[in-house]
């Protein structure tokens, strides 16, 4: 009986032995052969395998919250996600990772951020970031622009991009310069300092003029560039904008005075060369306040609407130039 017992238990671990040696060649050969990888669908299509699903999704996954190359990216929206399935795969099947991350950047649909300036909940203008939309909003506060309670910020999610513009310019576009009660005398005729260019020539371009400009007063636009009518013998060569007689005029920007008096049909006129060829006129004024030679800064107040010269009424009529030329005043103010 003994005998018999060690003769089933040798046999047991001859077979538990031969079992052993061919799981362990077995589960050699499979590694030999084949490596144990992830094959990914998307949609349920089949669209390749990765070796390192933690790794490709995580590229995903960074992807989604922070775009990939272009600014601005809020987030990206991708609607089907990858699935994977664990499976054995030949050792000469390459994953390919790349394209499965491109597949799913082309179904990707883009968020960009950025802030809308409003002036009356009017969408005016688009800076980048949060930082030069309080910027420009803290420049019309320090300035004390009229409009200041009428400005405001808000937040943009869209599929494009807008275009962007500096909080400088920003500032210089929205501005308006608060009214000045200004005492102005009689009106009356100066004698011209300085000497000014009357020509009649006029040009429909829009030179870069290397200069911020800001409006020289607020009012009602009643007469525009390139107009014929018949107080005048031809096109216009400036901007009419009407407001009360004696109201400040601001300079459009920063220069020197090379003509104060007064010019003809003109009336009282007063002009600022900016450089670079660049000159505003200043027509039919009540009161000159600067003389040619001075320099003035951006706003600072240099004369007071009137309606001397040939005019209807009380207006600025403003001129800008180029080398002499005219130019519409609206390709960069109003």
């Known amino acids: 009986m003994l005998k018999k ?8 671990i001859k077979f538990v ?7 362990f060649l077995m589960v050699g050969a499979i590694n030999f052969l084949y490596k144990p990888t992830y094959s990914v669908f998307i949609n349920g299509e089949h669209v390749g395998y990765t070796e390192n699903k933690a790794s490709l999704q995580k590229r995903i996954n960074d992807y989604i919250k922070n775009g990939d190359e272009e600014g601005n990216i809020a987030f990206v929206q991708v609607n089907n996600l990858p699935e ?13 990772d790349e394209e499965i ?20 909940q009017e969408e005016k203008f688009y800076v980048p970031n949060f930082e030069e939309a309080e910027k420009v909003v803290n420049g019309l506060k320090d300035k004390k622009s009229t409009n200041i309670d009428k400005i405001s910020i808000l937040e943009k999610y869209e599929t494009s991009m807008k275009d962007f ?9 929205l501005y308006v310069e608060p009214v000045k009660k200004v005492t102005v005398a009689k009106t009356t005729s100066y ?27 607020s009012g009602t636009i009643t007469s525009r560039f390139g107009v014929r009518s018949s107080i005048r013998s031809s096109a216009h060569t400036g901007l009419d904008i009407a407001t009360s007689s004696g109201t400040p005029i ?23 060369s900016h450089g670079n060829g660049v000159q505003t006129y200043y027509a039919h004024c009540s009161a000159l306040y600067v ?4 320099s003035v800064s951006q706003g600072q107040t240099i004369a007071a609407v009137g309606s001397t010269g040939n005019s209807t009424g009380p207006h600025l009529h403003l001129e800008i130039r180029v080398d002499g030329v005219a130019y519409n005043p609206q390709n960069y103010l109003y």
Do not use: M, W
């Open 84 to 96: 994977y399935k664990l499976c054995l795969l030949k050792k000469d099947i390459v994953a390919n």
């Open 5 to 12: 017992i060690l003769v089933h238990t040798k046999r047991s």
């Open 250 to 272: 601001g300079a459009a920007a920063s220069g020197t005075v090379t003509f104060s008096g007064y010019k003809g049909s003109y009336g009282n006129l007063l002009v600022i």
């Open 291 to 294: 003389t040619a030679g001075e």
């Open 165 to 173: 513009i500096t909080s400088d310019e920003a500032i210089s576009k």
């Open 101 to 120: 991350y491109s597949k799913i950047k082309e179904q990707g649909v883009k968020y960009f951020r950025y802030y809308a300036i409003l002036e009356n």
């Open 17 to 23: 032995v031969l079992f052993l040696i061919s799981a």
């Open 191 to 217: 004698v011209a300092t300085g000497s000014v260019n009357t020509s009649l020539n006029t040009s429909s371009g829009a030179p870069e003029l290397g200069i911020s400009l800001i409006r020289p007063i």
